[in-house]
């Protein structure tokens, strides 16, 4: 599976952004996909995941409300719309994937370390 990040940028605070991620090499539906974010000097964070073979998403608790993780099936893309954004959202944003429902449905994709697929990252600057 490869993955590509993009649609980062600078925004102001309350504003929004997109990012989509896309993924080649895989056409099944069985795909956890989490989008996680790092900051300079933090750790990774899990942000939001959705198992895409039953539209099932979970979230951190710091972005309910202002993230929502959708896909596009036909487009086999997953996206990431990030709305009421604020500094503390600053950060390289990555998605990953891993096959089969498992990490999405226990709620340990939150950790990152089982995913086996990643992307380049796409950077996030609130200001």
């Known amino acids: 599976v490869q993955l590509v990040e993009s649609g980062g940028g600078s925004v102001q605070a309350g504003g929004s952004l997109t990012l989509s991620c896309a993924a080649s090499?895989?056409?099944?539906?069985?795909?956890?996909m989490g989008w996680f974010r790092q900051a300079p000097g933090k750790e990774r964070e899990g942000v939001a995941a959705?198992?895409?073979?039953?539209?099932?998403?979970d979230y951190v608790d710091s972005v309910k409300g202002r993230f929502t993780i959708s896909q596009d099936n036909a487009k086999n893309t997953v996206y990431l719309h990030l709305n009421r954004l604020k500094p503390e959202d600053t950060a390289m944003y990555y998605c990953?994937?891993?096959?089969?429902?498992?990490?999405?449905?226990?709620?340990?994709?939150?950790?990152?370390?089982?995913?086996?697929?990643w992307g380049q990252g796409t950077q996030v600057t609130v200001s």
């Open positions: 990953a994937a891993d096959s089969g429902p498992r990490l999405c449905y226990s709620g340990s994709w939150r950790r990152g370390g089982d995913f086996d697929y």
């Open positions: 090499g895989y056409t099944r539906r069985d795909l956890c």
């Open positions: 959705i198992y895409r073979g039953t539209d099932n998403t």
